[in-house]
């Protein structure tokens, strides 16, 4: 599945855009492909008063992000340098701390007109994050009314059985975990991927706050 990410940030816009590098070019031996980001980053002043986003701000700074990462003229050029029309383009926030101090629903809303000024079916953009109740109280259920786009929980769209990465150490599993309540050898050690990311979403476009965590 091909996947193209971003970050959003509040107060400035930053695109990350993987590319290919040979192992001679790290000077690593023995060393297959690696991937690097190229990071571009937009800000502008008060694009935020008192902790509120300023809509006419947002926009401009979306754009500039876009066409300086892929060297596209305009917006649309730039996201179909990225995605395809026939995409299903998951905008992954950050719903959880509220639309405060998470993810600025202002934000996600630049990035969704930007992605229906370049032609992309509403139905197919996804504004997602682990549970829908989140979604609901950080107000993207009505970013998604004004607009017709979809809005889905990731616990709630259940877990992909066939599709998960193993971890050298046990979890601790709780209610919602696919293996929540199993017992028996390794079980608590895959972490499942959501089908909503493997069956239903084809590009994921990240958009994260900035958050400290001490």
Not at 64 to 80: E, S, V
Not at 82 to 105: E, M, N, W, Y
Not at 169 to 198: A, C, H, M, P
Request: hydrophobic share 40%; aromatic share 8%; with cysteine.
């Amino acid at each position: 599945m091909t996947r193209f990410s971003s970050i959003v940030l509040s107060l400035a816009f930053c695109l990350w855009q993987p590319s290919s590098e040979s192992a001679a070019e790290t000077n690593a031996p023995n060393r297959g492909p690696v991937r690097r980001a190229r990071v571009v980053m937009v800000q502008a002043p008060n694009a935020t008063v008192t902790f509120n986003p300023q809509p006419d701000k947002i926009p401009p700074m979306i754009q500039r992000g876009l066409t300086n990462l892929t060297g596209r003229a305009t917006p649309k050029d730039a996201w179909l340098s990225l995605i395809s029309t026939q995409d299903t383009i998951g905008l992954k926030v950050c719903s959880a701390p509220g639309p405060t101090s998470g993810t600025r629903p202002a934000v996600v809303e630049a990035v969704v007109k930007s992605l229906l000024a370049a032609g992309l079916p509403p139905k197919q953009i996804v504004v997602w994050d682990k549970h829908l109740s989140d979604l609901r109280q950080a107000k993207f259920f009505d970013l998604a009314e004004r607009y017709g786009v979809r809005v889905a929980g990731a616990a709630e769209a259940g877990y992909d059985e066939k599709v998960y990465y193993p971890m050298a150490l046990i979890g601790q599993l709780v209610w919602g975990d696919l293996e929540f309540g199993k017992k028996g050898e390794g079980i608590g050690r895959n972490s499942y991927f959501s089908r909503l990311v493997t069956q239903q979403i084809t590009k994921v476009v990240n958009i994260t706050p900035l958050l400290n965590h001490n």
